[in-house]
């Protein structure tokens, strides 16, 4: 055997590992996902999807073009894996009381939609130089599911007999998450008790009845 292959031979066997590496490429950074995902997150919302340059995207999270071409070959990739981790997790699963549910809902939406630049991303999905894949992403993983959970918890009220069988759902749904966007847009801070406050006008809207709020018993005079 020649010298340098001897010599190459007995580096693969005192590390299998670089043998393997060598054969499939380098390991993948998870720590470049995450910066370029940030970045892009605030590109999208600052500049919207026309504007939006990955070589920007590339420099600002200090890593190259070819590194990010290889993980999303396209804008539109990029832009709908950001979208993706826009993805908020839902709350905890349904109690016996709907009305508490849809409040712990609008909790957690108006958490998510507070975020830096979640406001933001709303106002360049509905650009219309917007890809249409990527406002397609948006609408399924982002909008869709909160709008599903809401309606649950409403079909689960009407179930129970506590709104009316017939109420108009579809509208009760959109003003649950659509009387925030009219707000931002109107003041720079949500009112005290969104979320509760929001509930109980809605739930009322749609037949349901709240609960009386107790009160202590007197002090006997003597």
């Not at 920007?56 to 396209?74: D, I, S």
């Not at 975020?115 to 509905?126: C, E, T």
Request: aromatic residues 4%; hydrophobic residues 40%; positive net charge.
């Amino acid at each position: 055997m020649p010298k340098n292959n001897a010599v190459r031979y007995c580096i693969d066997m005192a590390d299998p590992a670089s043998a393997v590496a060598q054969r499939r490429g380098r390991t993948r950074d998870p720590s470049i996902d995450a910066r370029v995902l940030a970045v892009a997150n605030r590109h999208l919302a600052t500049h919207g999807y026309a504007a939006m340059s990955l070589t920007a995207v590339a420099h600002e999270a200090q890593t190259t073009r070819q590194a990010l071409y290889r993980r999303w070959p396209t804008k539109a990739s990029l832009a709908a894996a950001t979208v993706h981790a826009a993805v908020d997790a839902a709350p905890d699963g349904p109690s016996e009381n709907p009305l508490a549910d849809l409040a712990a809902e609008l909790a957690n939406f108006a958490r998510g939609v507070s975020r830096p630049g979640r406001l933001s991303l709303v106002g360049a999905m509905l650009q219309d130089n917007t890809a249409p894949e990527v406002l397609a992403r948006y609408r399924t993983q982002v909008v869709a599911p909160r709008r599903g959970r809401i309606r649950a918890i409403l079909e689960r009220a009407q179930r129970l007999g506590l709104i009316e069988p017939d109420a108009d759902l579809d509208v009760a749904v959109t003003l649950c998450t659509g009387s925030w966007y009219a707000r931002a847009l109107a003041e720079p801070l949500p009112p005290p008790n969104w979320p509760t406050r929001t509930a109980a006008l809605v739930w009322r809207a749609v037949g349901g009845t709240l609960p009386q709020p107790q009160t202590r018993n007197p002090e006997p005079i003597r």
